[in-house]
């Protein structure tokens, strides 16, 4: 070992430290990481195991002559166990290297499976070892790492398991054997911690998938759309298992609105108020363009001030002379108001049927020129403008006007008094 004899925890180098961590850790008692760093976690570790053993806290700083009774009460766990289970309570009838004693099998099979093989040659060649049975080992891998005995139906990460309990691995040697595997490198940690609490903890984990999936239903349908029971759980599952955020599940249902079409829902509210928003910027934005921008918005990648950003943006490089005004807040809409209700008021209709992006009204919007300076179109020029119109000639306020001129002219001819 590399502990030697007569130290104290002050003394330790790092190389020695880690190798108490990983007896602290191996016999139950958490320091923390493993890190070959003497912090507090270790100290406290150290100290829960004096006091667990009987002994006076005295010998906190003592190492050496305490480090055998840590060897003996070492149990190999998974560190998963100790992280999120708690500090192991390990009894211990293990020596050695801290493996547990396997069963001896007599049986002779296939080579490796059952059979005598030699330990070192090297040392002696009249030694040997009985290796149990795959059963046995197996079993004692549910034992000896009962966070992963649910991974003994993966053949890649069962042959690790079992060469860690036969061979009587300790917790880095094993961790970093699992590093190795295709499994640890394509499964995530959100994947490998559902994974394990399906198999430990079924009708936990069903409750909380089914309790995902409604969730999941309730906001497809307040977005406008519809899924199946089935494609909700299998949406659901993805949640759980590979961790989503709230954002990646809303970038999902975003794909499927667009593939599946929308009904009533904020989807389609907030499509119309785009709409609604475009006209007031004098901006066409048609029903395609308006959806998306609000499905974006569902998604959580654009928001409602990001879409008014892109419209002021478009009216100031349209509308250049009232820059000022929009940057201040205002519409075009409200800016062209005034003008467009003068001149429906002098054709007498309905100010919402000019259409101020129609051709037959853009000189309302086109800048005038005077001096040197841009404006608009000011109220008395837009109603000169439209008693020049055709449709003007049909008005009351027309026919009213052309009757009190034929009577002033027959006043003037002296035919009426």
């Known amino acids: 070992m590399a502990l030697s004899e007569g130290l104290t925890l002050d003394q330790l180098d790092s190389q020695q430290v880690s190798e108490l961590q990983n007896l602290l850790l191996r016999a139950g008692y958490n320091p923390g990481p493993v890190d070959g760093v003497l912090g507090n976690g270790t100290r406290s570790a150290y100290l829960r195991f004096l006091q667990k053993n009987g002994y006076d806290a005295s010998s906190a ?8 009774q840590l060897w003996s009460n070492a149990v190999p766990e998974l ?13 211990s009838t293990t020596g050695g290297a801290g493996a547990p004693q396997l069963p001896a099998v007599t049986t002779a099979g296939t080579p490796g ?3 005598t093989a030699p ?38 990460v069962k042959s690790v398991l079992l060469r860690a309990t036969q061979g009587g691995w300790d917790l880095t040697t094993l961790q970093g054997e ?20 399906w198999s430990q903890d079924n009708a936990t984990a069903m409750m909380e998938w089914d309790q995902r999936t409604v969730s999941v239903s309730n906001l497809t349908s ?11 759980k ?75 950003s892109l419209l002021r943006n478009e009216a100031k490089s349209r509308f250049t002379w009232l820059a000022p005004q929009i940057d201040a807040g205002m519409t075009p809409g409200d800016l062209f108001g005034a003008t467009r209700n003068a001149v ?61 001129l034929g009577l002033n002219l027959l006043k003037t001819m002296g035919v009426l008094a």
């Open 234 to 308: 299998w949406i659901a599952g993805k949640v759980i298992r590979e961790g989503w955020s709230d954002e990646q599940l809303r970038r999902y249902l975003g794909q499927m609105a667009r593939q599946n079409g929308i009904g009533a829902g904020q989807i389609t509210d907030q499509a119309a108020s785009f709409k609604a928003l475009a006209r007031s910027y004098l901006s066409t934005m048609s029903d395609q363009q308006a959806q998306e921008f609000a499905i974006r918005v569902a998604e959580g990648s654009l928001s409602r001030e990001g879409v008014e």
């Open 113 to 115: 499976v059952g059979t």
């Open 344 to 404: 429906a008021q002098e054709l007498e209709i309905d100010p919402n049927q000019i259409d101020l992006n129609d051709s037959n009204w853009s000189i309302l919007t086109s800048p005038v020129v005077d001096g040197s300076t841009t404006r608009s179109m000011n109220f008395y020029e837009a109603q000169r403008w439209a008693r020049q119109r055709p449709e003007w000639r049909l008005t009351d306020r027309a026919n009213r006007q052309a009757s009190e």
């Open 61 to 68: 700083n003592v190492v050496t002559s305490l480090v055998s």
């Open 178 to 197: 699992l590093w190795k595997t295709n499994w640890w490198q394509t499964t995530s940690s959100a994947m490998r911690l559902w994974d394990q609490k």
């Open 119 to 156: 330990v070192n040659q090297a040392t002696t060649a009249a030694t040997s070892v009985v290796l149990p049975s795959d059963a046995a080992t197996e079993e004692q891998v549910r034992k000896q790492y009962p966070h992963l005995a649910y991974l003994l139906d993966n053949p890649e």
């Open 79 to 91: 560190w998963e166990g100790v992280r999120y289970g708690g500090e192991a309570n390990a009894t």
């Open 222 to 232: 307040q977005l406008g759309f519809t899924l199946s029971n089935d494609d909700a």
